[in-house]
């Protein structure tokens, strides 16, 4: 098993504090319930040899799962949400983090809940509700999930605007490809992972080499393109050269 986990005004408190109770709701034998980990790096049968560095898990709410696209839900009191849904599950993201919440028994349309908290939709409307409120959301953008035959040998797959910046994780070995300045600079560097909160859905990444030093910080949570609006599971900050820029990103599943 692997470490890939889960775990603005008023509005967003509402949610915030009702989506963290479902987070930890219990489960009826009173035992705390925790998303399942699972590995979304490279398998161990195609990673190199054990003397090599191999690319770090991460948590699995970076990833959309089996779901085949990601979407955008405008919610009021004002919060953004995205949901990755399939059958088997419903994954979603807020500004405070992101959850994951089994299919429920509904006459029309789909309905998931975990504990408290249920999202339920009919076509372009969702309810969200918890013990806290209600949100009444309606459907926005939805975009196709990154694919690693898109992106092969990438795992992870970041980008953010004005610069123009993408970072893309390799999938079989700790490095980082940085293409900055709209495209203008490109540097593939080592890195370690200095924090990984699976709990919290956070991870930080900083260079491997002292004489060109970043730091990468991902969290699941909900994302949006600063120029498109398109939706993303992950907000990551890049901090290199003095400066910091922030955009998106997306796990990318084998």
Not at 23 to 41: H, I, K, L, N, Y
Not at 101 to 126: C, H, I, M, T
Not at 137 to 145: A, H, K, M
Not at 190 to 203: A, F, I, K, S, W
Request: one cysteine or more; charged letters at 25%.
């Amino acid at each position: 098993m692997s470490r890939h986990t889960v775990s603005a005004a008023r509005p967003l408190v509402l949610l915030g504090a009702a989506l963290w109770l479902a987070g930890c709701a219990a489960t009826p034998d009173g035992a705390a319930t925790r998303p399942e980990v699972s590995d979304r790096g490279a398998s161990r049968e195609d990673a190199a040899p054990e003397a090599s560095p191999t690319a770090p898990l991460m948590p699995s709410l970076f990833f959309p799962g089996e779901a085949r696209a990601l979407t955008a839900w405008r919610c009021t009191p004002a919060q953004d949400l995205v949901t990755a849904a399939t059958e088997e599950e419903l994954r979603l993201w807020s500004a405070h983090g992101a959850y994951r919440l089994p299919p429920a028994v509904v006459a029309s349309g789909a309905r998931y809940q975990q504990g408290e908290l249920s999202f339920w939709n009919k076509g372009d409307e969702a309810v969200v509700e918890s013990d806290s409120g209600r949100l009444d959301c309606t459907r926005d953008l939805s975009q196709e999930v990154l694919t690693r035959r898109q992106r092969p040998g990438t795992m992870f797959h970041a980008r953010g605007n004005e610069p123009g910046w993408v970072v893309n994780l390799a999938s079989d070995r700790p490095e980082a490809t940085l293409v900055l300045d709209y495209g203008e600079r490109e540097l593939t560097l080592p890195y370690r992972v200095t924090t990984l909160d699976n709990d919290e859905g956070r991870m930080i990444l900083a260079s491997g080499r002292a004489d060109t030093p970043f730091r990468l910080r991902l969290e699941a949570r909900a994302c949006f393109d600063s120029m498109s609006g398109q939706p993303f599971p992950a907000r990551v900050t890049l901090s290199i050269d003095g400066e910091q820029y922030r955009g998106c990103g997306q796990g990318i599943a084998p």
